[in-house]
């Protein structure tokens, strides 16, 4: 498991900043002024899960925005489940998928204004999926071409 050493090296050094400088991430401990982001969760989730929805559909699924990409994961579920969900690929594809609805739970559980916050953060964040979906992409394509199943 060698291809650990970079993502856990990253969250090491990323700690290490925030000790050095102080800084506090808001998804542990209090959150912000309202409490917890899962007490939040729970006391908005009513208000906020549809909001946050459209706003998943409308930044994945417009195809004039790079994050277009995002729909393939979905794309070849469908069409290649049993390679997207081969033992070759069922880490991948779990962490893609994963990655975008924690992702998006996180808004419902944010402490910040729900508007201000998919504006700031939204499409940048989900920008950052996209390199290792276009790979992941591309190696279900492989199969497929290759007759994998």
Known sequence: ??????????????????????????LFGQGG??????????????DRALPVLDAATRAIFDPRR??????LPLLLLIL???????????VPTCAIAGALVVLHLIYVGSY????FHLATSQR???????????????????D???GRA
């Open 112 to 115: 910040l204004l729900l508007e």
């Open 144 to 146: 497929l071409r290759e």
């Open 66 to 71: 790079l994050h277009f990409v995002l729909a």
């Open 33 to 46: 002024p309202q409490g917890s982001v899962l007490q939040l969760f729970v006391a908005q989730f009513r």
């Open 124 to 142: 940048r964040v989900l920008f950052q999926l996209v390199p290792v979906t276009l790979v992941w992409a591309a190696a279900i394509t492989r």
């Open 80 to 90: 290649a489940p049993r390679i997207a969900l081969s033992r070759r690929h069922f």
């Open 1 to 26: 498991a060698c291809w650990l050493a970079l993502p856990v090296g990253i969250a090491a050094c990323q700690n290490a900043w925030n000790r050095w400088f102080d800084l506090h991430n808001d």
